[in-house]
């Protein structure tokens, strides 16, 4: 049973706390963060619809504020995962744009060598743990986590992103409740951009517009921030995740968002209606903070258009990559998908048995 005394103390921060008013370079940077995943996430969108990308593809087109302000409130150090719409929170924590698009086209350069594709983004080096496809199921997995900061004393804390979608899942509840009680150092970020596919949250969750009462439940604070305004996430999140690192037990943030494109990329839509994207479009959250910042004199619209140039050219640079990158080969299925060799590396073996002709009927037996 872990130990429900919160830490007060540890060892010195080795990674610094972000400063409550974010400096004009690190508006610069999240600024440029929320660029480079608008621009790959349209790159995405083109490859999907010439074939290279497979399978399902969630684009975040629209969120990247909650990403992007997030992961700036937040130390280096510090670990995030969350769900299958993914490719913000990977390129906001600074995975390389080409690794990550190389995954989606199912190349051995990409960060699970192609196995995982565009919902399994993972990098172990940047404390970014994936990248779920199942609907709540990051949720236990960000308790192990920070479970395991505080097992090693280390003076970090886990944000696990979920969805609207997922606020019903019991999973998450569970998750919630054991975090709750071991005091475990959880910031769990709603991103509630409305919908759950095509169901609008007050169809599908009981006081939907009352979602602090889900955090009173298990007695977290709760706080809630504009997901399309970049420095209220950032500003709502620094605070939240300082007190969660100062041993107040898990908190809960509703970051309030919204996607511009389907669902998934093949999402007919008929469940909303132009005009209220359009609307949407409107508080952009890229146009917003360019504005607030060239309207302060923090930034040029030179500089702005500079800045989408870079991100414009580094997109393409994924996909070129990607394309130049070998496919992952068969083998590749049988490796660091289980830690013991059983089921699967016997079948490795079947395949290979029949292939240089050695027989099967021993290598059948082991299966
Ligand atoms: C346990 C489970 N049930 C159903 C699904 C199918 N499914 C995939 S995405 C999704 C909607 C989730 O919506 P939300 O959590 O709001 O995330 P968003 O897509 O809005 O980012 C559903 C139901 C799933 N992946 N896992
Ligand atoms: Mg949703």
């Given at each position: 049973m872990a130990n429900a005394t919160p830490r007060?103390?540890?060892?010195?921060?080795?990674v610094a706390q972000p400063p409550a008013t974010p400096s004009a370079d690190r508006q610069r940077a999240m600024l440029a963060s929320m660029l480079r995943i608008r621009r790959f996430e349209e790159r995405c969108a083109q490859s999907y619809q010439q074939a290279h990308i497979g399978g399902f593809c969630h684009l975040y087109i629209g969120q990247e504020g909650t990403a992007v302000g997030t992961i700036a409130g937040l130390r280096e150090d510090d670990a995030v995962i969350t769900a299958y719409r993914d490719h913000g929170h990977a390129l906001a924590r600074g995975m390389d744009g080409g690794v990550a698009m190389a995954e989606m086209f199912g190349r051995?350069?990409?960060?699970a060598r192609g196995k995982g594709g565009s919902m399994h983004l993972f990098d172990a080096g940047r404390h970014m743990y994936g990248g779920h496809?199942?609907?709540?199921?990051q949720c236990p997995l960000a308790v192990g986590i920070a479970f395991a900061i505080r097992y090693l004393s280390l003076d970090r804390v886990c944000l696990c992103y979920f969805g609207d979608?997922?606020?019903?899942q019991g999973a998450l509840h569970e998750s919630m409740n054991l975090s709750a009680i071991w005091k475990l150092p959880v910031v769990w970020v709603c991103?509630?951009?409305?919908?759950s596919m095509g169901t609008a949250i007050d169809r599908g969750t009981a006081m939907a517009d009352q979602l602090k009462l889900k955090a009173d439940a298990y007695g977290m604070t709760y706080a809630r921030c504009d997901g399309m305004d970049v420095l209220d996430t950032y500003q709502v999140t620094a605070e939240m995740a300082a007190a969660v690192r100062g041993g107040d037990g898990p908190a809960f943030l509703e970051a309030v968002t919204y996607r511009?494109?389907?669902?998934?990329?093949?999402?007919?839509?008929?469940?909303?209606?132009?005009g209220e994207v359009a609307e949407m479009e409107q508080v952009d959250p890229i146009t917003r903070l360019a504005e607030q910042m060239t309207q302060s004199g923090t930034i040029t619209q030179e500089e702005v258009d500079a800045l989408d140039q870079e991100a414009r050219r580094e997109a393409l640079e994924a996909v070129k990559f990607a394309q130049a990158s070998a496919p992952a080969p068969l083998?590749?299925?049988?490796?660091?998908?289980?830690?013991?060799?059983y089921g699967p590396y016997a079948v490795a073996e079947l395949h290979r048995a029949h292939a240089d002709g050695r027989g099967s009927a021993s290598a059948e037996e082991d299966v």
């Open positions: 007060k103390s540890g060892p010195p921060p080795s051995i350069t990409g960060c496809a199942i609907v709540g199921g979608g997922a606020l019903n991103e509630n951009n409305r919908y511009y494109k389907g669902h998934s990329m093949s999402d007919p839509q008929k469940y909303r209606d132009r083998e590749e299925l049988y490796t660091d998908v289980y830690a013991m060799p």
